[in-house]
């Protein structure tokens, strides 16, 4: 690999120096705010017209906003415990958060993805990644719960991730930490040469969307940052960027930005299913967890997965190529033809576009410029189709609006740029407040990009908000495309920290939306589904309560006959069959969060009683008139006491 | 008591019935509608006129939203552990979630309620109550963060709770679910006569807020539902509904609805304070938590309390009084004034308005109709202003806007009305959309509210935003009230179930705002306050690593001699001074949430490693251009291995 040295400290010093600057919206409301105003107005009774599902970074999340309202309407619980429903404390959802570490109540969400058919958006799931400990979740788009998460051996900082293959044939996971594979006791200074970074291809069920991981191919040990599928003529090809092809495992922020040129990896997977569907590639032991949830029983079920088949991409000829990208790239954006894959070299004012007509032809006529670990480097001059002379700073992300223009947030300079496929132009730029790092345009990582708003999700907040202490929410910035410029219209703040987000025409979604649980389909083994069900059963210090509620109603509401040192499951099931007739379940002192319970639905909480006495419980869900009065007591004896195990059931 | 059989099967009729009925709204927009967009348009660049706290209800937490627009700022962590920023997973925070039952990461937080000075607003403080496992929380409105948490004993339901007398001087937490006090092992069936509803009069220092209880008044065993101070010529007093004057313990929905009248309580607390000042009532063991948070140290330490000061109301002559209050009062709201004490029968259609002046008459004219345990039952015609004809059904909650109006929630004629204290008419009445539970107009629990907007809290969601599966947030509806009618201007969703929220002018609150952390003042027994600080000390299978972080760099970032079976403590100091720059923790597999960390700030995350090999950490906040170069590893070998403890400090 060629090295060139490359000062990097001006640009560090710029990277201090963002300004809180010029806010052209500061000035008093005129004519263009009331437009502007009417823009995002969603009167009442009114709705959205997109949806917008946001990543929740550090929450762990996925939250639902729509556009252009910039208006939240749920967070969906996915790597993260979430108090407010009960996710991650109930029997019934533990199991979610299962992984080979044990159970991990929280994690960090990156890139959401809405599946794909024909290369469009087709609403069915949205899948996003869990960075930290390296898994893939696919979200139900019907009833916007998190149906499965699939833990990725072999991987760590599992960044390059969760995009999709245009019909939704496989979702990557790529590895940003390169480690050990397997995982061993060695010096961390010998990471060079020595460690991998796994590039996981997990296919999905057409049918019914289940994950499994098809193959992982076994990469040189670089950091792979991001990844977009190719799509049309690309479709078969998936794209990762990579840094830190130095191979740095100490002070990265200088160690790792000496290469002036990192790669982008071109992956045939194609290639590679071929090669594995015809025994190719190597099982290995692993470990890691497959939690499915099912609306049936509503309960997800963990399994521990023991091998994985993993790939050597030296030994599939034609798989893997590199190319050339300057400045340590970020983001890897394909456009909606499939023509061209843009690099954002994050330290550079520039972006690199290359051509995948003109690496297929490099390729053919092998025009390399050496190998890094068996993988051949495609010559730079050969595959680059042009470079934007941005005249901004630290470019990031891309997006597309399907109407040959292309929009590209430049982090330092912090502002966003529109230019032209093809010709490269600047066509126009609009400051952002502050610091952008993602934007989406709804279907913009699709063949059909819907290029009426792009989101701008902002890293720096600062004073756009009334202020709230040390600790703010990020902001995202809402402007209209749909003229020849882009045009400022909305600051909306957004939940954890958006690392991309994925938008779709409401139409797509909600028509399908479920709106409640068929009671009569209720397949849980615990389900209380006639109140003449209801009862309190004794095995040994377990005491189960098969518990049914209803408007404004416990079935049974007194309980005697629990003693300190027993473990109460209540399994309680929501008899309503009403669209938003949730109610809820909390019982004084128990260590646990409270239940949420959607009509039809059987959750379970566990309360371990410590003191004796008569102890309430009561419904935490505003229902009815009459909720206040929707309450029951239990009565906890001492450990060694005989009072017998009774319940009332309304007589 | 008196008892009049009443049949509610009507009323139970009327609240499965409500109607998802016309909706205005969903004509295209005209004039009025840019009109209104305009209203609540903040345009980028600038901010919003009030704060909104709303409180979280079965999120456990409390959400800062802005008004007009309806943006959400903040959730701040009170009750419920919070995975998106470590809340009651950092071993600083753990101790705030502490109680007699032991660690609870959850609750019910209710109603949200802003210090005063002279009945005015003062916004140094904002407190809340945890309905389920009984605790008082207060947070600092400087940080935006939770500044302690007291629980209190012999409660359940905190629900009638955390409303502050006009100076401050007390938070108030009642009962809503009577049980016996002490606790001990009694038939539930025993209920009436044997249990109690305590009532907690907890002191705020006026420096540091810090809280203590009082005393408790130890009352009949009916539940307690809602309450709020005397104010003015009325400071002095606080007011509580009960329900279930019956004292039903089962079916309540139809046994607590026997009585034609319920009451208000009317508790003389300066009495009360004057009595156990000269030495009255009875100190009782008891077993509760105090939590506080130093801003100092950045550390929650909890401590437990082993007796609590009880009153019996019947040695207090003067002190406690009934006011009976037709059908099941809810609401109990004080006018500006402190003249008129408004009983919200839910399950009436009339709003019983009770006078201050008459009840110190009626007291003084010992005008009694008869005694519940004791306590003196003034004479309802003796006591009562005036009855509002509202025409609705079922009101809940009543606001002042400081002009002499009153605006009333109606659940289940899903409605706000607007009437006037005096003369008791109906002036305007508007439809929400569905079934109004509070509502807020900023200050309205004061001297001064401030009356530009009214915020109607929903408790069904339905069709008024894009839909979200089952599972939908809350909705809020945003009236203008600066003209003589309402005006329906708005509608946004809010998280959790909103009960009650506390309104205040942004002024009043965002130039105390804090920004960051002083590093130099940072206490913190484990903090790094110099990078040449950064060290890693083994004690036992203890390891503490003392790291600090600025952009871009963990020091250390490369730790080795680490062993499975460690208890690996990370203690790590942001060592950014600037506004909004917070740097994230994450360790790969850790049983554990991430740490985010403010500038000057110091947290611990605890990690133990369950398997051999080279695992990363990285900083979770893209905080700079090279925010993905901010990583590290550490070496875990084999419990039994000899690896020297070694780490790199960027040599």
Not at 493 to 509: N, W
Not at 536 to 561: C, K, L, Q, W
Not at 581 to 603: D, R
């Amino acid at each position: 690999m060629r090295k060139i040295k490359y000062s990097i400290l001006s640009l560090l010093g710029l990277v201090m120096v963002f300004t809180s600057c010029n806010d052209s919206g500061k000035k008093s409301r005129g004519a263009l705010a009331s437009n502007n105003a009417e823009k995002v107005y969603v009167a009442p009774g009114e709705q959205d017209e997109f949806y917008a599902f946001m990543s929740g970074g550090y929450s762990g999340n996925l939250t639902v906003y729509g556009l252009p309202s910039g208006r939240m309407f749920k967070e969906i619980p996915v790597f993260s415990q979430f108090a407010t429903n009960g996710y991650g404390y109930s029997e019934e959802t533990k199991p979610m958060l299962n992984t080979s570490f044990g159970f991990v109540p929280w994690d960090d969400s990156h890139h959401p993805d809405i599946s794909q058919t024909n290369g469009e958006l087709d609403g069915r799931w949205i899948f996003i990644n869990g960075n930290n400990t390296p898994r893939i979740a696919r979200i139900d788009l019907k009833t916007f719960e998190t149906a499965e998460i699939i833990e990725v051996p072999n991987s760590a900082g599992n960044h390059s991730s969760s995009f999709i293959t245009e019909n939704t044939e496989y979702v990557v996971a790529g590895t940003r930490f390169s480690v050990p594979v397997p995982q061993r006791d060695m010096p961390i200074n010998e990471y060079k040469g020595n460690f991998k970074g796994a590039l996981s291809f997990i296919s999905v069920d057409p049918e019914d969307g289940e994950m499994d991981i098809k193959f992982q191919i076994l990469m040189p040990g670089f950091n792979y940052d991001l990844s977009h599928p190719g799509r049309g003529k690309s479709h078969g090809w998936f794209f990762f960027t990579t840094y830190n092809t130095e191979e740095a495992n100490s002070l990265l922020e200088v160690n790792a930005s000496q290469n002036d040129k990192d790669f982008i990896a071109a992956i045939n997977w194609k290639k590679i299913e071929e090669y594995v569907n015809n025994g190719g590639g190597t099982k290995i032991p692993a470990n890691y967890a497959h939690n499915i949830y099912s609306d049936e029983d509503h309960t997800a079920v963990s399994t521990m997965k023991k091998e994985v088949l993993t790939v050597d991409p030296t030994k599939v000829p034609g798989a893997v190529y590199f190319l050339p990208t300057p400045k340590s790239p970020h983001g890897c954006d394909v456009d909606p033809t499939g023509s061209y894959i843009i690099g954002n070299g994050k330290l550079s004012a520039d972006l690199t576009v290359h051509s995948f007509d003109k690496m297929l032809a490099a390729i053919e006529g092998k025009k390399f410029d050496g190998e890094a670990y068996g993988i051949p480097i495609l010559k730079f001059e050969d595959v680059l189709a042009g470079t934007v002379k941005s005249g901004g700073l630290g470019p990031l992300h891309t997006e597309f609006d399907g109407e040959g223009n292309a929009y590209t947030t430049f982090f330092i300079s912090s502002e966003v740029v529109m230019w032209k496929l093809g010709t490269w132009e600047v066509v126009d730029r609009k400051p952002t407040y502050y610091s952008v790092g993602h934007l989406m345009i709804p279907g913009g990582n699709s063949r059909k990009p819907f290029g009426k708003y792009v989101v701008a999700m902002n890293k720096i907040t600062k004073d756009r908000y009334l202020p709230t202490g040390p600790e703010l929410e990020h902001s995202a910035q809402l402007y209209d495309i749909s003229g020849d410029k882009m045009e400022l219209i909305y600051d909306f703040p957004t939940h954890g920290e958006p690392h991309y987000a994925a938008g779709i025409p409401a139409e797509l979604i909600a028509p399908k939306s479920q709106k409640i649980y068929k009671l009569a389909e209720n397949k849980h083994p615990r389900a209380t589904l006639g109140v003449n069900d209801a009862r309190v059963e004794r095995d040994g210090n377990e005491v189960h309560v098969y518990m049914a509620m209803i408007r404004s109603h416990f079935t049974p509401d007194n309980i005697e006959g629990i003693k300190v040192g027993d473990k109460v499951y209540f399994h309680i099931t929501n008899h309503e069959q009403d669209f938003d007739v949730p109610h809820g379940f909390a019982m004084i002192g128990a260590n646990n969060s409270e239940l949420l319970i959607m009509p039809g639905q059987t959750k379970t909480l566990v309360w371990e009683p410590k003191q004796v006495g008569v102890w309430p419980f009561y419904c935490t869900d505003f229902c009815s008139a009459l909720h206040q009065e929707m309450q029951g007591y239990v009565r906890v004896s001492p450990t060694n006491s005989n009072v017998d195990l009774t319940w009332s059931l309304g007589e």
